[in-house]
């Protein structure tokens, strides 16, 4: 009989200390759970080189590339190269049809014979009209002939000053028109201007093609200088001002990603190329130039490249992660906060209540379990760190991360927890 109320007992018991259990685990969770701070992490401040950069990006061409457009109009019935073909300055590339201009030297030479001949007659003429006026004047001077008779003379020889200088005058004429049609007929063969290989070939034997001395011309070719390349980059207006002539840039080609090539700034534009104009997506680029010191045999014009330009360098200076920098905006009162409504009323010229400062660039530095607010003057950046021109000393610990922490979270004064960078590590190798 004694056996059922042991078991119950027992029941009691056992639910018992479950009960206090629960309760004690309750009780820890709700009081016995310490504040440990917000979770940060954080690295001492060092000092380093950086180098601050302006990445944009571009195409490959030459420097030089010439355009040849020919200078008289006709039919192509000679071309003597292709394309990607190596030439030299002065080589032979095509010829238009001489026809039309053999015509016309050979009639602007019968046009020089023809003034030749009569700026000969002319000659004889005055010689003749100058023998005439010393005969008459010989005579007028010994009164054997009358002062008319003087007179026609001297009008004869005038005449015939003036036909022989306009006979002379047509024999220039005529010789710049011989040797404008010789030139025409000159440039009916076109040579190479430069050395080079022949980048683009953009006509056929037979074609007809339209000279420069009558409108823009037709392009038959362009021969460029592969040995001296540039990249031709856009830089953005926030970015342009940074740069200068001669600054070094790291230029890397899409189709060699493998290689890094060295570039010299050459060439900065002051006119703007704006796209989407008027639009939420307008966007104000400037031109570029960059020199390529050591470029490569396998280039090809248009190749995709992109160019990081270094505008600044400062060797071993203090300088954090560029996500410890953040910006606060603080606000100060106004002298007159105090006053009643009644006095401001009367002043009309009074300050407003609150006014804001500039926002000040800050970080966070870790000591004794909290955060504490430094004010820092920054310097250059690259793409990892920010230079600290004033603001801390160097042995501090600032804090790194995370971004909602430093951006949202942190005051100065504010519990952290640093996290073990070390214990992240091992986390991170056994979960691989």
Do not use: C, W
């Not at 534009?269 to 966007?283: D, F, I, M, N, R």
């Amino acid at each position: 009989m004694a056996q059922p109320n042991g078991s119950k007992k027992k029941k009691i018991i056992i639910i018992s200390i479950l009960l206090v259990v629960v309760l004690a685990s309750i009780l820890f969770a709700v009081f016995g759970k310490k504040d440990k701070g917000i979770l940060v992490n954080a690295e001492q401040v060092s000092k380093r080189d950086i180098t601050q950069i302006v990445t944009a990006s571009g195409k490959i061409y030459p420097e030089i590339e010439v355009k040849i457009s020919p200078d008289v109009s006709g039919e192509v019935i000679e071309l003597a190269v292709v394309e990607g073909q190596v030439v030299k300055k002065g080589q032979f590339l095509a010829r238009i049809k001489p026809d039309f201009y053999k015509f016309q030297m050979e009639q602007s030479a019968a046009g020089l014979t023809s003034a030749q001949s009569q700026s000969n007659s002319a000659q004889a003429q005055f010689e003749k009209a100058e023998k005439e006026l010393k005969r008459v004047q010989e005579m007028a001077n010994k009164n054997l002939i009358s002062a008319s008779e003087l007179e026609t003379a001297k009008t004869n020889f005038q005449v015939a000053q003036q036909t022989l200088n306009a006979s002379q005058a047509d024999i220039k004429r005529s010789k710049a028109t011989v040797d404008q049609a010789q030139e025409s007929l000159n440039k009916t063969s076109i040579f190479s201007p430069i050395d080079g290989i022949i980048s683009s070939l953009l006509i056929e034997k037979g074609e007809r093609v339209v000279g420069t001395s009558q409108f823009a011309g037709t392009e038959i070719m362009r021969i460029a200088d592969f040995s001296k390349m540039e990249v031709r980059v856009d830089v953005n207006e926030n970015d342009v001002v940074n740069v200068s002539i001669g600054d070094t840039a790291r230029i890397t080609v899409d189709a060699m990603k493998t290689k890094v090539f060295v570039g010299l700034v050459t060439e900065i534009a002051h006119t703007p190329v704006t796209k989407g104009l008027g639009s939420q997506e307008e966007v104000t680029n400037f031109p570029v130039k960059i020199k390529i010191v050591n470029p490569d045999k396998e280039f090809r014009s248009g190749l995709s490249a992109t160019a990081d330009i270094e505008t600044d360098m400062v060797n071993d200076v203090l300088s954090v992660p560029i996500q410890s920098v953040t910006i606060r905006r603080e606000v100060k009162k106004a002298e007159n906060e105090g006053e009643n409504k009644e006095d401001n009323q009367e002043k009309p010229e009074a300050k407003p209540a609150k006014a804001l400062k500039e926002p000040a660039k800050i970080v966070f530095i870790a000591e004794n379990g909290v955060a504490k607010t430094v004010e820092v003057t920054t310097g250059i950046s690259d793409d990892r760190f920010i230079e600290i021109k004033s603001g801390l000393k160097g042995t501090e610990q600032v804090i790194t991360g995370s971004y909602r922490a430093i951006s949202r979270e942190l005051n100065d004064q504010s519990k952290i927890q640093v996290e073990d960078p070390n214990k992240k590590k091992s986390a991170t190798e056994v979960k691989e």
